[in-house]
């Protein structure tokens, strides 16, 4: 008999004690938790999970990180080609949906009192059997789904079920309310096929974004900020410009060299204007000859009055077609949600061809990567759907991680539709609009609890793991329906898989062949592959080849825009845009993401609507007054915000919430069904009462204090004071001086440090009540500046600011209880159960960094299952800050001392900088002349905030970089 280790001994010994009172198949999961613990689970250290984020269609790669059994943290994988280690707000936020309070513990039934009362899963999913029984036997078209984009296992078991039960393809919906759709239309007619291109914006001198806010929610939001800002890291002219065109400054667009002030629904015009300048003699040096068959419908376009539409004048077109022509390669990009009309799939026609014209495609436009898997469907085969609900035609619907009523305009009554099927199921695991029209409950696991794989895009396959056990009672979707498949009659239902696991070692065969390397057991391969976090390979993109004929129906000039009678006189154009932090609008925000102010108005808990100055001055509106906002399909209260990056001619709310749904009629594209959120007339009138703002901001300006500096291709370094005289002796670092640089040329505003920060530091969150009075708890904040509007040009500046870290620290000295004090490795440290709160140091602070806590944090339970362990939960009447993740250097100090080695640069990221799409942010030992963070803080471009003050921080920013000459 071989020797046994002391833990193995105690582990048979308490299974033989046990073993008479507990099930054989119950003992290694719960015999006494943690008395004795896998070899793996260290207590005090984490373990490490990959698996992939489905906050959003683009399926970044995630390592959830774990404590004794619980994920506290999600971070970007860095092998992921996707996300390549980051991870936007949501893809954080979504810790928050695993951990939710009112989260579903089990299966639910709705009695005939009207209530939901729990129901085992077998008893459930028996009635759910039989009721797709009775409805199959009623012929094609009686059961119906509508479905999150699935393209991996549990979209195969989808579709796998409604074959067994007798149904059509068409009988499956994917439901993405913001898939844009137009581009995959335009897409199909003139290359043939309905695939979204895949982009490298680090390539492009010259980014062109119409209405598409590809930083925010379009497309891959973390993919192309990290591509955009590897551009803006290129010096001097190679570095990648990028221009705005819409009517309202978006997060995307506060990050554009220059602002092309369209009108609402212009963005048409001025792209077909644009091709028709590309065309004209002298401005190209030649044309791909594939666009020749058109050379004569685009001469015959009228540029003056395209450009009378877009509400721009010729030396905008002129300054675009100069850009164009002369930075090459570039990228147009488009559309978005906030510039998707009826005309939507023609933009994306027009765009495409300009890009052909100026050599794009293949270089930064790219085809060919698209799976072509599980493609959502067209908003107008979703209304039809709700149609068939509401005339009876549907006997059972299936709701999997789809929202209607909380995603769709609310003219179509989608909970009325709802309310005519006898038999809705939805698999949401938190209650929703859709869910409270839902007869049956049947919570699904979060996907840091399941098994699952999904094929972004190809040559990535991204492999879901479980991290923990799940939370409650809940099972995979998947596997409820691979269990109704063995409940259905035989042999039309067989599925021949036991559990989703099975599943996935059967498929794995699709993925793991191509690069198993002829090995005969796959088991590994695919062990390997989930500890990577997927199959990752090369794919080369496609060439395409141009329908010359179908790409001629897309040259003619857009109508004209509806009249203002039809919302009344004064009528504005309606600007409905999507946010980063709001999303799409189904199911329950995270509350990090309402505690989170929004970076461009600064607003957290409520929607609001934007007006320009102007135009609410002659309204005789100010900030915070209650407006009604109509148009021809509904009314919606909301206060006022007054904006300066919004045109006079408009009114902007944002999506994902029901005041845009209110005011949204049910138009669509009809080239491509899609839904079209531009192209609407509002009328505004004041509600007579006025509100408090959740409004973070102070004063919006810097009224000439330039505390965020830019830099030109002129002026390229920027001027620093003189502040080597001294009276006293400065603190010694004598082994490490931590720092950070943010450059700002890169940061996007996209508040996913934030965050991160609230995540990895257990920030409590204070509610709408506290943010109307500016106690909110975040230790980092996106302060934005705005400038003055010239020549229809408007400079906003952005500065992520947390605790400087002083070396001169004047909240130090004042501190009657020494709680803060300046530590030997220059982190200004705070002794939290010293602190007695007289907020002295807060008051000295010149950078207003510090947080009080007014009132004990609340976390409901499981939510404060999501705390980190490593970081204190502080209590009422203590001051707290940012530490750079301290928690983090000396973990990593302790790491370096047992291997007997110096910490290497890079080894520490705090939460902020790992998080980071754009990679903005750079933390390092300043004392290390070599280190990344050392050569930042050296560079012509930095430099601190306030520094005539003379704290001496430790927080180095990189001066933005303006294009003047644009």
């Known amino acids: 008999m071989p020797d046994l280790s002391r833990r193995t001994f105690l582990r048979f010994a308490a299974a033989s004690v046990a073993g008479a009172a507990c099930s054989p198949r119950a003992l290694p999961q719960k015999l006494i938790p943690f008395l004795v613990p896998p070899d793996e689970i260290v207590p005090g250290r984490p373990l490490f999970y990959r698996t992939v984020c489905r906050a959003c269609p683009a399926g970044c790669g995630v390592t959830a990180r774990t404590r004794e059994g619980r994920a506290v943290k999600l971070e970007g994988n860095p092998e992921d080609p996707i996300g390549r280690g980051a991870l936007c707000a949501r893809g954080q936020a979504e810790l928050q949906h695993l951990y939710a309070p009112d989260r579903l513990a089990g299966p639910r039934r709705r009695g005939a009192d009207g209530q939901l009362a729990p129901v085992g899963w ?7 059997a039989a009721a797709l029984s009775a409805a199959a036997a009623k012929g094609p078209g009686r059961i119906r789904m509508l479905t999150r984009a699935e393209p991996g296992s549990a979209g195969a078991v989808q579709k796998a079920l409604l074959r067994a039960l007798g149904g059509r393809d068409e009988d499956r919906l994917v439901f993405e309310p913001l898939d844009p759709m137009p581009l995959r239309a335009a897409e199909e007619a003139l ?3 309905p695939q979204l291109p895949v982009h490298d914006l680090s390539a492009a001198r010259t980014v062109v974004a119409f209405g598409a806010d590809f930083l925010e929610t379009w497309l891959s939001p973390v993919e192309l900020t990290r591509q955009l800002a590897e551009g803006r890291g290129r010096a001097g002219p190679e570095r990648t410009r990028l221009w705005w065109v819409g009517p309202r400054l978006s997060a995307t667009g506060m990050s554009a060299d220059r602002w092309l002030r369209a009108r609402s629904g212009g963005e048409l015009a001025l792209a077909l204007a644009l091709l028709r300048w590309l065309f004209e003699p002298g401005h190209l040096a030649a044309l791909p000859p594939e666009l020749a068959p058109l050379a004569g419908r685009v001469a015959a376009l009228d540029a003056a009055a395209l450009l009378r539409r877009a509400g721009l004048a010729r030396e905008d077109l002129e300054a675009l077609g100069r850009e164009l022509a002369a930075r090459r390669p570039s990228a147009l990009l488009g559309p978005g949600a906030a510039s998707q009309g009826g005309d939507a799939t023609q933009l994306a026609a027009v765009l495409l061809l300009c890009n052909l014209a100026l050599g794009n495609l293949g270089r930064t436009v790219l085809h060919g990567l698209d799976p072509l898997e599980d493609p959502p469907a067209p908003f107008a085969e979703v209304n039809g759907l709700l149609g068939e609900c509401a005339a009876g035609a549907v006997d059972v619907l299936l709701l999997h991680h789809a929202d209607p009523v909380g995603a769709l305009p609310a003219a179509l009554r989608a909970g009325d539709a709802l309310a005519r099927v006898p038999l809705v199921v939805t698999f949401a695991s938190r209650p929703d ?36 056990t799940p939370v409650g009672d809940t099972r995979a979707a998947a596997q409820v329906l691979l269990e109704l498949g063995g409940r259905l009659p035989q042999p039309a239902a067989h599925f021949p898989f036991g559990d989703l696991w099975e599943l996935l070692q059967a498929r794995a065969e699709l993925f793991l062949r191509p690069v198993a390397a002829g090995a005969t057991d796959l088991g590994p391969v695919l062990h390997a592959a989930q500890e990577r976090g997927g199959v990752y390979s090369e794919a080369s ?13 897309f040259l003619t000039a857009p109508a004209e825009p509806p009249a203002a009678a039809a919302a009344g006189a004064g009528a504005l154009d309606l600007v409905l845009f999507p946010t980063a932090l709001r999303g799409d609008g189904q199911g329950p925000r995270p509350p990090w993401l309402d505690e989170v102010s929004d970076t461009v108005t600064t607003l957290s808990w409520t929607a609001w609507a934007e007006l320009s100055p102007a135009t609410a001055a002659r309204l005789g509106l100010a900030a915070g007054d209650l407006v009604a906002v109509s148009t021809g399909a509904g009314r919606a209260e909301l206060p006022v915000y007054l904006y300066p990056g919004l045109r006079d001619d408009a009114v902007a709310v944002p999506l994902g919430g029901a005041e845009a749904l209110a005011l949204l009629p049910a138009g669509v594209d009809a080239a491509s069904g899609a839904l079209a959120f531009a192209g609407q007339r509002a009328a505004v009138a004041r509600a007579g009462r006025r509100v408090a703002l959740p409004v973070l901001e102070g004063s919006p300006y810097q009224e000439g204090r330039a505390i965020v500096k830019n830099v030109s291709a002129a002026a390229p370094a920027v001027k620093r004071p003189d502040l080597s005289a001294t009276m006293y002796e400065e603190p010694k670092h004598p082994v490490h001086r931590w720092a950070l640089a943010v450059d700002l040329d890169k940061c996007t505003g996209c508040d996913a440090c934030v965050v991160a920060c609230y995540a990895e530091n257990n920030v409590p969150v204070m509610g709408r009540e506290a943010a109307v009075m500016g106690r909110q708890m975040g230790w980092i904040r996106i302060e934005r500046y705005l400038g003055e509007v010239r020549g229809g040009r408007l400079r906003i500046d952005l500065m992520p600011m947390m605790c400087q870290q002083c070396t001169n620290a004047p909240c130090e000295p004042v501190c009657p209880v020494y709680a803060t004090y300046h530590t ?14 007289t907020r002295y140091c807060s008051n000295n602070c010149p950078y207003k960094v510090r947080t009080f806590n007014w009132r004990d944090a609340q976390f409901a339970r499981p939510l404060d299952w999501q705390l980190n362990p490593d970081v204190t ?59 990344r963070v050392s050569r930042l803080a050296a560079a012509p471009r930095g430099f601190a905030a306030l520094e005539e003050v003379n704290t001496l921080p430790a927080v180095t920013y990189l001066a933005r970089v303006r294009e003047e000459d644009l």
């Open 824 to 837: 030997p490795e220059g982190l200004n440290a705070q002794v939290y159960n010293r602190c007695v709160g």
């Open 873 to 931: 939960v502080r209590s009422k009447g203590v001051m707290e800050k940012c530490t750079f993740c301290v928690q983090r250097i000396r973990y990593a100090e302790g790491v370096a001392k047992d291997e007997g080695r110096p910490v290497r640069d890079g080894e520490i990221t705090p939460a902020c900088a790992q998080t980071c799409p754009a990679q903005a942010i750079v933390f390092g030992d300043a004392n290390d002349p070599t280190s």
């Open 541 to 553: 993109p496609a060439p395409v080849t141009l329908d010359a004929a179908a790409a001629a129906r």
């Open 191 to 193: 290359f043939g096929a």
């Open 122 to 128: 077998d008893e459930a999913e028996d009635a759910l």
């Open 433 to 468: 609009a859709s869910g409270a029209r839902a007869h049956l409950h049947l919570p699904d696991h979060h996907p840091l609890e399941a098994f699952g794989e999904i094929t972004p895009r190809r040559g990535v396959v991204a492999l879901g793991q479980p991290a923990m």
